[in-house]
């Protein structure tokens, strides 16, 4: 793989990965015994993920997970289950103290994901909703610790930027809590107030990480009036998937989805109504970026979903190619992110991170387009080594909104 793909001027900043100074422990285990039955997954060797019965070019069954990586909630759900799309850095301990300097934090910082996407983050922003499975009791406690931390203005329950409720719409009551989904529930809402500090947040949790109720939950968030929908898992595709389909379908509101962190397609990213959110690693600093695809960047031909009209490129012979753009995903060069549960900062990967990052930039844009959008404004989104539309990239990642 192609490891160059853009660049820009001459200044050449350090990203801060490394620890800082201090034990601050290890990263506490997830219990196999979550409302999901998922297991937390071990870093390095080969991990069964979800996948299957596709065409999958390239890719399919088993990956090798890098060493130091962590798929927190990757176990091969079974059909109609969906797994969450974080993966963590483990080189990183958890940073517990909720007072730490931002300039100690590891991982990329709000002004660096706007500044590598070229993001007008003053912009006012409209409502992006994140949908994820089960109950984060501590989210908008949580959110508080990130925003402070990175001297962005409150969101709140309080101040009206901040609302959560469960798959019907309701704050009364909220489904059972998992620690995997708490995580990425804190991940989505962070890279969400990075992109967008303006942006007003509806989280919507689903009573469960199966497929059907996801989608549910996806259907309340548009009649709740957000302008962008995010949604950061993945689960196997099947023969009937174009029945749901329907869920992901509401012109006038964008809706992103994560790729999948296996090398193959998933659903629903493959779905022809969704903007699905690959990665890359991506390093440098202020005023000079490189990014290269990230090898675990969902990919591939789906083997029910047909090929959309505006997706012109020669890959997937009849078929929807899933990936359409990307953003950083890679653990190694991932995001600052906080979440109590976990043990405090830690920093986060996955094509996790687009999903919500993207659906932010959608807010800052104005504009809520389908993804025909992006494949015809291809100049407004940074090429990926090699030239052209990449199997784990697609278009690119946002060099500024003018694709979406």
Known sequence: MATVLRRWSVLTTAVLFASCAGSHGSLPAISAASPAGHALTTAGGATALPGGGATALPGGGATALPAGDLLVCADGAPAGLADCTL?????????????????????????????????????????????????????????????????????????????????????????????????????????????????????????????????????????????????SYYGAEWSGETNDDAHYHHPGTAITVSSGDSAAPYYPAVSPFVLAVGGTSLSGGEGSWSESAWSLSGQGCSAYEPKPDWQGNNRCEGKRSTTDVATVADPQTGVSMYDSTAGGWLVGGGTSVGAPLIAAAYALSGNSPGPAYSYAHPSSFHDIAPAGYDWPTGLGTPNGIGGL
Request: net charge negative.
């Open 87 to 231: 993966a963590i850095n483990v080189n990183i301990p958890p940073i517990s103290d909720v007072t730490t300097p931002s300039n100690l934090l590891p991982g990329l910082h709000p002004a660096d994901l706007q500044n590598a996407y070229a993001l007008p983050a003053q912009n006012a922003g409209r409502t992006v909703a994140i949908v994820d499975a089960y109950d984060d009791p501590s989210a908008e406690s949580d959110l508080a610790v990130y925003r402070t931390a990175f001297g962005l203005p409150e969101c709140s329950s309080s101040n009206g930027c901040l609302e959560k409720v469960n798959q019907q719409g309701s704050s009364a009551s909220y489904p059972a809590a998992s620690a995997a989904w708490d995580e990425e529930i804190s991940l989505d809402l962070d890279m969400v107030s990075a992109a967008c500090p303006n942006c007003k947040i509806l989280l919507v949790e689903a009573n469960s990480n199966s497929l059907e109720d996801l989608g549910a939950s996806v259907d309340t968030a548009a009649s709740m009036g957000a302008a962008a929908i995010s949604n």
